[in-house]
């Protein structure tokens, strides 16, 4: 697992449909929560910047757009600061920046890109929003989740060979 892997994903699936429509997980306390869990403030514009970098992220991951101008105009002037650990040199946008959560999200679509190439991927249900990063040793998975999409997707493929027969 790359890091802040879970804040890519968690960024990326806070709009998932939900009885047919888009719902929105990254405003009021919920989208708050999520913030707060992963360091930021929740404040009104973080949330705002957020969701700016999940648009640009979705759209780079599902539809292959061009990540320097989706993600350049977002990324802006961001600087980073460091600090140095034992295990290493961790590079942080300034804790006072409203942008700081979407850029370490931006930093987080990095590292999977460039440490799993190919494993960042839409959910192949059309009509699901969410995103997945493949772990599995052949690189084929498919499927937000087992679960939801798989299952769907396997009952229709079972609908579909008994209407044939
Ligand atoms: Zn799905």
Do not use: Y
């Not at 648009?55 to 350049?72: M, S, T």
């Not at 440490?115 to 009509?127: F, S």
């Amino acid at each position: 697992v790359v890091h802040d892997e879970e804040l890519l994903i968690a960024v990326l699936n806070s709009a998932p449909v939900e009885d047919g429509t888009r719902a929105e997980h990254l405003g009021g306390a919920r989208g708050g929560e999520l913030a707060v869990r992963f360091g930021g403030t929740g404040s009104a514009l973080e949330l705002r910047r957020l969701r700016e970098m999940r648009d640009a992220l979705q759209r780079v991951v599902r539809d292959h757009a061009d990540p320097a101008k989706a993600l350049g105009p977002l990324l802006g002037d961001a600087a980073l600061t460091p600090t140095v650990t034992p295990s290493g040199i961790h590079w942080k946008p300034p804790a006072d920046r409203d942008d700081g959560l979407a850029i370490r999200t931006a930093m987080a679509w990095s590292a999977v890109t460039e440490g799993l190439p190919g494993r960042l991927r839409a959910c192949a249900n059309t009509e699901c929003n969410l995103f997945l990063v493949d772990h599995s040793r052949p690189g084929t998975a498919k499927w937000c989740s087992m679960a939801t999409c798989g299952n769907r997707a396997k009952a229709r493929a079972h609908a579909r060979r008994h209407r044939a027969t």
